[in-house]
């Protein structure tokens, strides 16, 4: 069993290891987008009719790949003022319930990024700028975060689960005090 949650942690995260990377490389891009727009707009007044466009689909795109990486590392927004009291199990226990409800809202979220997604690309959806951008394109990146992060929450769920039920319950020995 202990294998199996080892090989499943090892794909998920490098998958996560993956999107990371192209979220980081999306916020350099944004950057650069950006500041040649300003060189453009304010040395040469000849301002890009691309720069915003391609900066707001590249900031979407970084913002759902880094779902999966921001869960991974424990880095989402939560309020411990009750589990801070809580006996570790009882929290670690209340962390599965949690995680479920999110990899339910993931699933969901990967199956209207999705069908959403496949619309635009079926019915041949543009951007209403003069670029005409289909926008398949960036929506793609609803789907793929929503991927990552469902199984980034079906891997917390397996560990936590082998980790609440295979800990060492055994009394703890009396030490001698000598």
């Known amino acids: 069993m202990r294998k199996v949650v080892a090989y499943l942690d090892k794909v998920v995260q490098g998958l996560t290891s993956v999107a990371t990377a192209l979220a980081g490389t999306c916020i350099i891009l944004t950057v650069l987008i950006v500041c040649y727009e300003i060189l453009m707009r304010g040395f040469f007044n000849a301002p890009t009719e691309w ?49 479920l409800a999110g990899l339910i809202f993931s699933f969901v979220l990967l199956i209207e990024g999705w069908e959403m997604m496949a619309s635009s690309y079926e019915l041949g959806r543009t951007s209403t700028s003069t670029l005409r951008i289909p926008l398949y394109l960036p929506q793609a990146a609803v789907p793929l975060g929503a991927l990552l992060l469902t199984l980034q929450f079906i891997r917390k769920i397996v560990k936590d689960l082998v980790e609440l039920f295979t800990k060492d319950t055994s009394p703890t020995k009396a030490r001698v005090e000598g």
């Open 51 to 99: 720069s915003i466009e391609f900066s707001v689909y590249l900031v979407l795109v970084s913002g759902f790949l880094g779902l999966a990486a921001a869960l991974a590392d424990d880095k989402h927004i939560k309020v411990d003022l009750l589990t801070s009291l809580m006996p570790p199990k009882a929290n670690k226990t209340l962390g599965v319930m949690v995680s």
